[in-house]
Each structure stands twice: as structure tokens, then as C-alpha cells.
């Protein structure tokens, strides 16, 4: 039973943009926060951002003002648009049900010139 899928990862330059997208079925996106997390190779994986069901959002320090997470209820899909990308955001980005141990396979992002 398939919960969690990301998206839209990919080969980006430096400065660039990318707008990753994590559907979940309807009674996971209406009933619980969703995360993202991503893992660098050899590092292990750290948390990103959040969304409440309510829409209150939390950062790492190191996406704010850089990353947006947010939903959109009409795909039930929690998106995270990156700006000003860096090589140091290369990683696999996965989503995860609040602080379940419920995620998705990932989605690669490779900033690179």
C-alpha cells in the first residue's frame, strides 16, 4: 500500500530552482503532518521541513529563506519549492508522515553546473 510518493527531483545548476511534490493518500494528508528529510551521500538523513494539517510550518535552519514547503489540497500533495540551490542540497529527498516510520522512496536532486 503505497502512502508516500515523490517527485519532480532532477539536475539543477547552482542558483537554480526546483519544486519538489509529495502525494499521500487522503487519510494521511488530512489527518497527519508531513515531512521532508533528505540524505547526502555518506551523511546522514536530516530534517528539512515540515507542514501541519493547519498549515504552520517549521525550517531547518539551513533552507530558510530558501525553501518554501506548503499543500495543496486539491492534489493532496505537500510541495517544496527550493531557490537559490546549492551543491551542498544534492541528496535524496524523501517525505515522511509526521514522526512515523512512514516514507516515501525519495526523490534525487543533483545540483551541478
Known amino acids: 500500500q503505497v502512502q508516500l510518493v515523490e517527485s519532480g527531483g532532477g539536475l539543477v545548476q547552482p542558483g537554480g530552482s526546483l519544486r519538489l511534490s509529495c502525494a499521500a493518500s487522503r487519510g494521511i494528508f488530512n489527518t497527519y503532518a508531513i515531512r521532508w528529510y533528505r540524505q547526502a551521500p555518506g551523511k546522514e538523513r536530516e530534517f528539512v521541513a515540515q507542514?501541519?494539517?493547519?498549515?504552520?510550518?517549521t525550517y531547518a535552519d539551513f533552507v530558510k529563506g530558501r525553501f518554501t514547503i506548503s499543500r495543496d489540497n486539491g492534489k493532496n500533495s505537500v510541495d517544496l519549492q527550493m531557490n537559490n540551490i546549492g551543491p551542498e542540497d544534492t541528496a535524496i529527498y524523501y517525505c515522511?508522515?509526521?514522526?512515523?516510520?512512514?516514507w516515501g522512496l525519495g526523490t534525487q536532486v543533483t545540483v551541478s553546473s
Open positions: 515522511r508522515v509526521g514522526l512515523m516510520d512512514i
Open positions: 507542514i501541519t494539517t493547519r498549515g504552520l510550518t
